[in-house]
């Protein structure tokens, strides 16, 4: 599968790859905290550390633009699917829409 | 030349404020002049309608007079110019005399030095050629009386000037340049080209397109000026009820013994967000007083459920506004939120990242909630445990950013004391978003309660839940102003 140059495209092939996404900085502490929150719900999230990947800062910048937030991460996909930020997941667990979509994209058997 | 008007007449001017009036006195004064009809007016034909217009306009501005602010036809000046003589903007915006002293009835953008010229001249031409006339009377009379006395006394001269005019314009269809002192003089006075001098002279009926458009700039600047005069009292007035709002609730929260001991000046060590934020909040939790007893006489007067859904949402609002106030005040002092300064001490004492912790909520309601269907019952259950969760994690996002800091403070000998507290910096900010995601999820919590509950039900919650807070407020006040040994 050819590589896509556009950083923007490597961040959806990256989301659809498992079945939920972080994309992280590790210095961030929110990004901890997402991190902490699906652990702490049994779900193994697969994470990617953007500064510690040499396109890292391109994809930061697509999704700052994606998400029209200066603040890219975290930013959660799940079943390839754009949640969003830490506001928007945890909005999403309070109101019990997450945990169904978890569990349809298999990240979660309970 | 106005200064040499206001000398004579020995009438106080009110100085600046004469230059947001820029309408012509003189063609206020002079019956028929007012701009407006006067621009309209073309070539020899006189409009009865505007004629009318000007004088009722005339006679609003007489009785505005004595008012601060005169509608449309304004001057700074009281009566004092009620004669034929231009108020100070005048002689900007002002048809000179020369425009009328060329009998071609032309008014001219003029200068303001020919006006002051035509100004001094035509009140000495009026006062020496138009004895009769009762303006040129009341001018001369004017630099002696109290204003008051003249205002009343030009207000009737006006009046008869006006129904002359009236007459004289209706016998005489060609502007000629007459003014309108012309019109109440003898005829030989009166028509004669050097009383054209005087300012805005009723006979002045053609105005060039410059003059036009400058006077009606004019009168918009008036007008805006007003406007932004008026919104800028406005503002002082609102400033200075939230000052005095703000020092009784200084005055109050010191009473109180909000602010901890060891800060005995502490009130004078608050933030500026954070004296805002403590105004703003005491006045939500005054709202918050109406909103609860609106719920209790909902629910005690059985309204139908809608009526009671109205009052929920309400108080649903109520809530966000108090989330978007903290959001706000997260910005400018994320530690007065933080340390709860802004609560009671027993608020205080269960704070979690800067407000209550939904999780505690919810357990507090399960017990006053029933009954419950089953089905509401795994609702709030389910409530609870994701609210922990995220509680949970929010949490130990915190301590990473606390573990952080520390690592950055204490790290090593300090080589570079401004880089180390550039970066710790960096990181405190940090604290502001762990503030707001905190909000996030109370706010979260309390929008999920009605879609688990029935109407009557959420209207049961939040009152059990303004009323939970309204004592443990009670109990910090209590326990402040308890005996001590």
């Known amino acids: 599968m050819p590589m896509g140059s556009d950083p923007m495209e490597r961040v959806v092939k990256l989301a659809s790859e498992s079945a939920i996404v972080i994309f992280s900085v590790s210095s961030c502490c929110m990004c901890h905290a997402v991190k902490r929150l699906f652990c702490g719900m049994g779900v193994n999230p697969t994470v990617y550390e953007l500064d510690q990947d040499p396109r890292g800062k391109d994809m930061e910048r697509a999704l700052m633009r994606l998400l029209g937030n200066p603040q890219a991460v975290p930013v959660v996909f799940i079943g390839g699917k754009l949640i969003g930020s830490m506001d928007r997941v945890m909005a999403s667990h309070i109101n019990g829409t997450l945990v169904p979509l978890l569990k349809e994209a298999g990240a979660l058997w309970l | ?485």
Request: net charge neutral; glycine share 6%; proline share 4%.
């Open chain 2, 1 to 485: 030349m106005a200064n040499h008007r206001v000398g004579e007449t020995g009438l106080t001017d009110s100085g600046p404020s004469n230059h947001h009036h820029h309408i012509p006195y003189a063609h206020v004064l002079h019956g028929m002049n007012a701009p407006t009809s006067f621009l309209h007016q073309e070539g020899a034909a006189f409009d009865f309608g505007e004629l009318e217009e000007a004088i009722v306009l005339q006679g609003v501005k007489f009785r505005n007079d004595n008012e601060a602010k005169p509608p449309l036809f304004t001057t700074p000046r009281p009566a004092a110019t009620l004669d034929m003589f231009p108020s100070w903007p005048m002689r900007f915006h002002q048809t000179p005399r020369q425009g009328s002293s060329k009998s071609g009835d032309e008014i001219s953008t003029e200068d303001s030095e020919s006006a002051v010229n035509t100004l001094s001249s035509n009140k000495t031409e009026n006062n020496q050629l138009e004895p009769e006339s009762p303006i040129s009377k009341k001018a001369s009379s004017f630099d002696h009386k109290p204003l008051q006395q003249q205002q009343q006394q030009h207000l009737q001269h006006l009046q008869q000037l006006q129904q002359q005019q009236i007459d004289q314009m209706a016998s005489d269809n060609s502007r000629t340049g007459t003014t309108s002192q012309q019109q109440n003089q003898s005829a030989s006075a009166a028509k004669t080209t050097p009383q054209e001098k005087r300012r805005g002279s009723t006979s002045e009926k053609q105005l060039d397109a410059k003059t036009l458009r400058r006077l009606a700039q004019n009168r918009e600047a008036a007008r805006k000026s007003r406007l932004r005069k008026k919104a800028y009292v406005q503002q002082l007035e609102s400033s200075r009820i939230k000052l005095t709002q703000l020092e009784q609730e200084l005055q109050r929260a010191r009473s109180q013994g909000l602010f901890l001991g060891g800060c005995g000046g502490a009130a004078g060590n608050i933030s500026s967000g954070a004296a805002i934020f403590d105004m703003e909040y005491s006045r939500w939790l005054e709202d918050d007083q109406r909103h609860m007893s609106e719920l209790r006489t909902g629910l005690h007067a059985h309204l139908s459920d809608s009526d009671l859904r109205v009052i929920v949402d309400g108080y649903i609002s109520h809530y966000d506004e108090i989330f978007r106030l903290k959001g706000v005040a997260a910005k400018s002092d994320v530690f007065h939120l933080i340390t709860g300064m802004w609560t009671t001490p027993a608020e205080r004492c269960f704070l979690w990242m800067g407000g209550f912790r939904p999780s505690e909520l919810i357990k507090m309601l399960i017990s006053q909630l029933d009954p419950l269907t089953e089905q509401q019952v795994m609702g709030i259950y389910s409530l609870q445990h994701s609210s922990t969760q995220a509680e949970e994690a929010l949490s130990q996002g915190l301590e990473q950013l606390q573990q952080s800091l520390i690592d950055t403070i204490a790290g090593g000998p300090v080589i570079d004391g401004m880089q180390q507290m550039a970066v710790a910096l960096a990181k405190l900010a940090n604290l502001e978003s762990f503030i707001r995601q905190a909000d996030n999820l109370r706010q979260q919590t309390l929008h999920q309660l009605p879609r688990i509950l029935t109407v009557r039900q959420a209207a049961r919650c939040f009152l059990v839940i303004g009323e939970y807070y309204a004592r443990l407020r009670a109990l910090s006040s209590l326990w402040s102003s308890r005996p001590r040994e």
